[in-house]
């Protein structure tokens, strides 16, 4: 099973990809191969909104839309069986780099639920306040994008200091993730276009 962190901090050594790292390496006990993706590396230009614009929302219509920079990290999130989200707090929220990454994310689950069943877990670190609304932020978005959270799949950590309560939640996360990985692989949950009224 392959579970990757998506680190959202503009920073190179930023405390988000600390606490992502070390959720990475307990899940790798458990036997997972892991690897620590870094959005400044990508060039994720902003949503177009083409689902609303003109109903058509897809991979193949991201790539036009601006997405040689995104649709690669797109394509990873396919293949792989579980994803942590780690983002410093801005503004109550994820930062712009987690957040367009999200919005272009729109195209795996518009016409097709190419991420149901995934695995995610959610780290923030902030300085002062909002990390309990920028959770709520990427949960909902995330849960109805198809992704399942585990019991503990999200904690937040204050400062530049990691806290050792902190960590724990940390590492119960990367076992929960591989063992519910473990429990649902190859499951899907989409089923309400199989019973939906056909027209005429």
Known sequence: MEIIGIDGSPRKESVTSRLLTIALEEAQREGAY???????????????????????????????????????????????????????????????????LIDRMTCLEHEEKLLDGKVAGLIFNYEDEGASIAIGELFLTLSDMGFLFPPYSYTYNQGKEIDPHTEAYIRQMGKNMVRLIKDTIQKKWWWIRDHLPQGP
């Open 34 to 100: 892991t690897e620590l993706v870094r959005l400044r590396d990508f060039d994720i230009r902003p949503c177009k909104g083409c689902a609303s614009y003109n109903g058509r929302c897809n991979l193949e219509e991201c790539l036009k839309q601006e997405g040689e920079g995104v649709v690669p990290l797109l394509e990873r999130l396919i293949r792989v069986d579980g994803v942590i989200f780690g983002s410093p707090v801005y503004w109550f929220g994820p930062s712009g780099l987690m957040k367009n």
